[in-house]
Structure formats: structure tokens, C-alpha cells
């Protein structure tokens, strides 16, 4: 079965995989240069800031575009404009540029994706559309993890790293314009609002706007971070790689750990490791390796409050109502991502380099007590009536969550047919 996957994607996912490597180097090299160059750290969330807007931007706008002209154009376009907007980078070190570019950046990322998703479900059918899924987040996952250890490759103080970037976003087209890919059309449906969408899963609503807080910390910042706290680049690159990887090992074990208690206390018990872990940071002088190991924990822990709060929030919607809420879910991860890299810069500027852990914690407190207080005022989800866990890549666009909330419903309507 994966294998016949496989045979139909492999130009899909190659192309994903390539494009994954300049996200993860550029992400991490923007922000590490940007501290180099003297912005503040409030200056560069803002800047950073720009990629989760523009994505926000490119996952809403991109459905349009491909039917004014058709994916592979617009594919190319996007990956040519990812690819000038890094020289652009080279070109006007000023935040405002580089804000500008960041978005551009960000838009053509979440279009990119946007039609690679598409292409991936227009391939799969109701049997294999959660193998894809599983393929596509650890595609992305490993991608954007590898895209950290070019850093190594040479110095980010220099501009090769930015042609570097430039570089594999180009190449990222070649396996796509080569394959044959038929263009299936994009079919977004009709949205479940905020109000509506919080008054049934109030849990999951309010923990994905949170953790996508922590999460624009996380992505935009950290390598920010890593540069105050004077850090060597092979130490920033295990730092920001070793979160990443870990994200994508454990969304297996505590995902099926979900599947069989209260998934609230699943999410209370990961958001808890994670606040433990910056108090430790915060209090402990630790030797570097076991740092960043620490790290790596914390922040997987925090990634897999994603899907999660995907999963929960699934649970408490009916079959027919759960692509209809993967806009509005898009929608919320989106605004509190764009809110992450701002926030934890004004936090970096007033408390110092510890801010970044501080500002983990209270976010993830935060997780705890939503938890917690819904516990308290509501009872669970019977476990028979859970949709099943789904693994989700980071900043998945509305497409992937209808990918994703398909999977789920197709799951809970197979179940219920069993169950008869």
C-alpha cells in the first residue's frame, strides 16, 4: 500500500521535502542574522512575525489563484517568489524589508502547501488518506529539522546560507514540474464560526489559540534566543533541530495514548512537562547537552498540544460538522501564531534571554488551567465516541485540516457502522 503511495507522490513529495529544507534553514537563519545585525528582539518578532501573517494570508488567498490559472503555475510562482524574497534578504538589511519579505515569504509557503496538500488528497482515498497524512508530517517534519543542520554549511554571518536558501526553494520545482500530476480542483466548504466552534469545543478551541502562541515563539524565535543566550551555531542548530524531531516521535505514543482517556488531562499532562521544563531552564545551571536535551522534550511536548487540541475539538463536533470548522481552526492557530514571535520579543527586550522561557511557562500554565477549569464544568467524551487521534505537520494550512477532519469523520462513521 505505501508503496503504490509512494509511486503516485514520489515527485510531490520530493519537491515537498526539498522546499521543507529552505523553510527550516531560512526560518532559523532570519532570525539568528537578524540579532546579528543589531535588531532588537521586539524588532524581530515583529519582522518574524511577518512569515505567520503572510501563511495566514497564502492558505486563504491560494484556492482562488489555482482557479484563475492552475497549480503547476501557480506552484512555480510561489517557490520563484520564496526564493527571490531570501536575496531580497541580502540585498536591504532593514526590518521593514525584511518584514515585507517574510510575509512574501510566508504567502508563498502556505500556497505552496496549500497545492501540495491537494495534490495529496486528490491521490489518496478513504483507505489510505491517513498513511499520506502520516508520509506528508514526516516529510515536513524531518525537512525542516534537516533544514537546521545547513546552518553548519557556513557562516550565517555571511550571505552564503542566504543563497543556500534561495538555492533549494528553485530546486523544490524541478521534481514538481517533471511529475505527472494531474490538477484536481480545491474544494473548500462551508466555515463553522468562532462563536459557534468555542461554544462546542471550548477546550480544544481555546488550547490551539494558545499553544499556536507558543508555537510563533517557538518557530520565529528561538533561534533569537539561542543567539542572546551565546550559543555556537552547532549548538543552535541541535537546539532548534532537537524540539522538531522530538515534536514528530512523540504525536505517535501520546496520540495513542489520547485515543484511550480524557484527552483534556492528555493535553493538562503535555502543557505540565513543558511549564516544568522552561522552570528548570529557569532555575538550573545545566550543562549544555542536558539544556538542550530539556529543550527538545519541552518543545515536543508543546507540539504535540496540536494536534491534540485538533483532536479534542473533533470529539465534540458532529461527523458533519468537522470540515466545516477547519477554516475557522486554521484561522485561530494562524492569529495566535502571528502573536508569538511579537509577544515573546517585547518579553525577550523587558526580562532578558530568560523571557523566552518565562513566556513558554505562562502560555502553557495557561493550557493547564483551561484544562482543567472544563474538566471541572464538563464531563468527557465517551471513549467510544472519539474521532481517532490524527498525526498533524506544524502550521497546517485549511486544506490540510480538511484533509485531516475528513480522515477523522470517515474514521467515526466507519466505527459507528461497526458498532450497528
Known amino acids: 500500500m505505501i508503496g503504490g503511495i509512494l509511486r503516485n507522490t514520489w515527485s510531490i513529495f520530493l519537491g515537498l521535502a526539498i522546499l521543507m529544507l529552505g523553510n527550516g534553514l531560512q526560518g532559523t537563519l532570519t532570525g539568528w542574522r537578524a540579532t546579528y545585525e543589531g535588531f532588537s528582539p521586539s524588532t524581530t518578532g515583529l519582522v518574524m512575525a511577518g512569515y505567520f501573517i503572510g501563511f495566514l494570508l497564502g492558505s486563504f488567498i491560494t484556492p482562488s489563484l489555482v482557479r484563475g490559472v492552475g497549480h503547476i503555475r501557480v506552484f512555480a510562482a510561489f517557490a520563484s517568489l520564496a526564493s527571490a524574497s531570501v536575496l531580497i534578504q541580502i540585498l536591504f538589511i532593514s526590518p521593514p524589508v525584511w518584514f515585507g519579505m517574510r510575509l ?28 499520506v497524512l502520516s508520509i506528508y508530517m514526516i516529510i515536513t517534519f524531518i525537512g525542516m529539522a534537516s533544514g537546521q ?8 554571518a555571511d550571505f552564503d546560507l542566504f543563497l543556500v536558501a534561495s538555492i533549494l526553494l528553485s530546486l523544490a520545482l524541478v521534481p514538481v ?13 462551508a466555515e463553522i464560526g468562532f462563536s459557534a466552534l ?73 502543557a505540565l512537562i513543558t511549564v516544568a521544563g522552561c522552570i528548570l531552564i529557569l532555575t538550573l545551571q545545566l550543562p549544555i547537552n542536558v539544556f538542550i536535551g530539556l529543550f527538545g522534550i519541552l518543545g515536543a511536548m508543546s507540539l504535540v498540544i496540536y494536534p491534540l487540541a485538533i483532536a479534542l475539538t473533533n470529539d465534540r463536533l458532529q461527523p458533519e460538522q468537522m470540515v466545516g470548522a477547519s477554516a475557522t481552526i486554521a484561522l485561530i ?30 502560555f502553557h500554565i495557561l493550557i493547564v488551567l483551561t484544562a482543567f477549569y472544563f474538566i471541572l464544568k464538563t464531563p468527557p467524551v465517551p471513549q467510544q465516541e472519539q474521532t481517532q487521534y490524527q498525526t ?29
Request: hydrophobic share 50%; proline share 4%; charged share 15%.
Open 104 to 131: 512574501l515569504t510566508g504567502t508563498c509557503f502556505a500556497g505552496a502547501f496549500v497545492i501540495v496538500e491537494s495534490w495529496l488528497n486528490a491521490r489518496s482515498d478513504d483507505h489510505s488518506r491517513g498513511r
Open 149 to 156: 543542520f545547513l546552518l553548519n554549511m557556513a557562516d550565517p
Open 177 to 189: 514540474l517533471i511529475g505527472r500530476i494531474s490538477a484536481p480542483e480545491i474544494e473548500l466548504h
Open 198 to 270: 468555542v461554544r462546542h469545543a471550548p477546550t480544544g478551541t481555546l488550547s490551539l489559540f494558545l499553544v499556536a502562541i507558543a508555537h510563533g515563539a517557538l518557530f520565529g524565535m528561538a533561534a533569537v534566543y539561542a543567539s542572546k543566550a551565546g550559543l555556537s551555531i552547532t549548538e543552535t542548530v541541535w537546539f532548534m533541530s532537537s524540539f522538531i524531531l522530538l515534536g514528530a516521535l512523540f504525536q505517535w505514543p501520546i496520540g495513542w495514548l489520547s485515543d484511550r482517556m480524557d484527552r483534556r488531562l492528555t493535553i493538562a499532562g503535555a
Open 333 to 362: 492557530f494562524g492569529c495566535g501564531s502571528i502573536l508569538g514571535p511579537v509577544s515573546v520579543g517585547f518579553a525577550l527586550d523587558i526580562v532578558g534571554q530568560s523571557g523566552f522561557f518565562i513566556h513558554l511557562a505562562i
Open 392 to 420: 498533524v505537520p506544524p502550521r497546517a494550512t485549511v486544506l490540510a485540516m480538511e484533509s485531516i477532519a475528513q480522515e477523522a469523520e470517515e474514521s467515526m462513521v466507519t466505527e459507528e457502522n461497526e458498532t450497528e
